[in-house]
């Protein structure tokens, strides 16, 4: 059995004796006192970054009181949790320091920790990363006010000229926000990246890989229910088409956002970071209902196979649909349901556009251009979603098939 930390006290502190050999005062959390032979009071942060252990100094004792050094180390712990490496942005802050300016990956990173409070932890991790490999090394070090709108375009045109248009443009936009940060914190005049619209090559996007057509969904629907793999993966597949979210929200879904009574499901939507509200169908709260049994223990409606404190894997469905034979890139893939939804609900069941925008909780705004609550239009989504659920029950069972009509047929 593990040993028990007991926190540290300033008088054990203030009477250690020093020994020959370094000694450790553990407080707990990762935090400790390095006692060195001469009698220096250090204090250091353990903790593990891109898998590594690592280690953080937090100044000297008394200097630095065990009050001011548990403060660092929530700080640190915070900044982890959010995924940051605190240590990282130390080394950073002490690079703008020595260089008597504020740096572009200064900014960036305190750009970063800031919008971490509200992003969504990948997400911020995600961006991170992208800054580091592919502008880092040329702007980082760079003072923010002084980058201009050419020098900013040869980094950008670097990574244009690897064949990846998208990330180009990425990085332009990420930049471009991290630079309006620095003139709203007062230390840039303006933003670069924003003359740089038009200078790249354009990027085509490819939509996701989606059946559209009735015909196509019969065949996809009763591969669905015949899937033998996982069956939390079974569930997640048969639910999928029925509330066609983003598939990183619904392999998310936490049981706890979910009323079976009230037949209702919400979250804050990730891209937008508003509340969303999923009316569920008869069908749909029987698929929770049915794996309730056995994930209801966790937190996570679909928790990944090796343990219930993590959700499903990103690639679940997606590999579950090769499984079956299915072409993710160019059939249908995890974020197709909701391609799928969006054009049959329109035109084959004729509901309203602004329905199925905000249920596909995308911005929708009045007259006035303010967005629309979650609440609105409710009623009207919840027969949508019944209905939406009804007619997909029907196609699988055998109904007549009404195709989508091409231009040449209107």
């Not at 707990?28 to 942060?45: I, R």
């Not at 502008?135 to 003072?143: A, D, N």
């Amino acid at each position: 059995m593990p040993k028990r930390i007991v926190p540290l006290a300033d008088v054990k502190i203030r009477t250690v004796k020093p020994a020959k050999s370094p000694q450790k005062l553990f407080d707990g959390g990762g935090l400790f006192l390095l006692v060195t032979p001469s009698g220096g009071k250090l204090w250091y942060f353990k903790y593990r970054a891109d898998g590594k252990e690592k280690k953080l100094s937090f100044g000297s004792y008394p200097e630095v009181s065990l009050s001011e050094a548990r403060l660092k180390r929530e700080e640190a712990r915070r900044q982890i949790s959010q995924g940051i490496d605190p240590g990282a942005v130390k080394k950073a802050q002490k690079a703008a320091q020595q260089q008597d300016t504020e740096t572009f990956e200064v900014i960036t990173r305190e750009w970063v920790s800031r919008k971490a409070e509200t992003l969504a932890k990948e997400t911020s991790t995600r961006e991170l990363r992208q800054l580091e490999v592919n502008v880092f090394p040329w702007l980082g070090s760079r003072p923010i006010a002084e980058i201009k709108a050419p020098e900013l375009l040869a980094v950008l045109r670097r990574i244009e000229d690897r064949g990846v248009k998208y990330t180009a443009h990425r990085m332009r936009s990420l930049c471009s926000r991290v630079f309006k940060f620095a003139v709203a914190t007062g230390r840039a005049e303006r933003d670069p990246a924003a003359d740089l619209i038009g200078a790249l090559n354009p990027y085509r996007g490819r939509h996701h890989a989606a059946i559209i057509e009735p015909k196509g969904v019969v065949g996809l629907l009763r591969a669905i229910d015949g899937y033998g793999g996982s069956f939390i993966v079974n569930c997640a597949l048969r639910l999928a088409p029925l509330v066609f979210c983003r598939p990183g929200e619904l392999r998310k879904m936490e049981w706890a956002a979910v009323d079976l009574e009230a037949a209702e499901w919400r979250y804050l939507v990730t891209k937008t970071e508003t509340e969303h509200i999923v009316p569920l169908s008869r069908q749909a709260v029987a698929i929770l209902k049915e794996i309730h049994p056995l994930t209801g223990s966790s937190p996570y409606v679909f928790p990944s196979g090796r343990t219930f404190d993590r959700p499903m894997s990103n690639n679940a469905i997606n590999a579950a649909l090769r499984r079956m034979g299915f072409d993710t890139k160019n059939e249908i893939s995890g974020h197709g349901f909701r391609a799928m939804a969006r054009t049959i609900l329109d035109e084959v069941l004729g509901f309203r556009p602004e329905l199925i925008e905000h249920q596909l909780a995308h911005a929708v705004r009045d007259p006035l251009g303010r967005a629309y609550n979650r609440t609105k239009h409710l009623p009207a989504r919840r027969k949508m979603m019944q209905a939406w659920s009804d007619y997909l029950e029907a196609l699988k069972a055998g109904a007549k098939i009404i195709p989508i009509k091409t231009a040449s047929q209107e």
